[in-house]
């Protein structure tokens, strides 16, 4: 079946410093990925989507400059926080769409726990 | 825009009984519903979909009947197990399938032996 591999799974960083998490199609390719954010005990909130070979797109009041998103190929898409704060501290996770939906099928990647000292 | 309101928890049951998580949306068209589940610090597995009206979709004893004229895909498990205990989430997309899903806020269960 499909596979996203996402990593790392933990990572603990400094304030200021930047942190890239990686989301990888194993078994298809994902012309379209999301990521989202989740905060403790609530549900999964969308950050922006991803497409290959093009910008991509943010919902509202997520800062493209902070959550910066390369989808350079059909079976990688990195989201890289810069300058991390505390505040940034969260759950990551990403889910990637094949690209032959016959069975709209979204795969989730384990998630990044991120936490920012 | 499109919706998901499922039932809120945490839900609390003891090993063996019964379990109804009750979802219902609102969506333009006819979307595809989906049940995820995630396990604790773990991200979302894929627990069983449905593409069309009457459509029932199951797996590992779950079971959700796709209604369209109540709009509802509840989720529902003869026999709960302690290794059930789970957020559970309930999804759409549209039918294209270009957008990301929507989800419901979730649905905390306990299963306690």
């Known amino acids: 079946g499909a596979v996203v591999s996402q990593h790392p799974s933990r990572v603990i960083c400094k304030s200021g410093t930047s942190v890239k998490i990686e989301c990888r199609s194993l078994?298809?390719?994902?012309?379209?990925m999301f990521w989202y954010r989740q905060f403790p005990k609530q549900s999964l909130m969308l950050m922006a989507t991803?497409?290959?070979?093009?910008?991509?797109?943010?919902e509202q009041g997520v800062e493209k400059d902070k959550f910066l998103i390369n989808h350079a190929s059909l079976t990688l898409s990195t989201l890289t926080v810069t300058s991390a704060h505390p505040e940034d501290s969260s759950f990551y996770i990403c889910?990637?769409?094949?690209?032959?939906?016959?069975?709209?099928?979204?795969?989730f990647g384990s998630g990044t726990r991120l936490t920012v000292v | 825009g499109d919706s998901v309101t499922q039932m809120e928890g945490p839900v609390t049951l003891s090993e063996e009984a019964f379990l109804t998580i009750n979802c219902t949306y609102t969506?333009?068209?006819?979307?595809?519903l989906f049940w995820y589940v995630q396990y604790p610090g773990e991200g979302l597995q894929l627990l069983l979909k449905?593409?069309?009206?009457?459509d029932k979709g199951s797996n590992k004893g779950f079971e959700a009947t796709y209604r369209k004229e109540t709009t509802s895909f509840h989720l529902e498990k003869g026999s709960v197990q302690v290794s059930d205990s789970a957020v559970y989430f309930c999804?759409?997309?549209?039918?294209?399938?270009?957008?990301?899903?929507?989800f419901g806020k979730g649905t905390r269960l306990s299963v306690i032996a």
């Open positions: 889910s990637a769409r094949a690209t032959s939906p016959d069975n709209y099928g979204y795969t």
């Open positions: 078994d298809f390719q994902a012309t379209t």
């Open positions: 991803s497409n290959e070979g093009s910008k991509a797109t943010y």
């Open positions: 969506a333009t068209g006819y979307p595809s």
């Open positions: 449905a593409t069309k009206a009457d």
């Open positions: 999804a759409l997309s549209d039918r294209s399938g270009n957008t990301p899903l929507v």
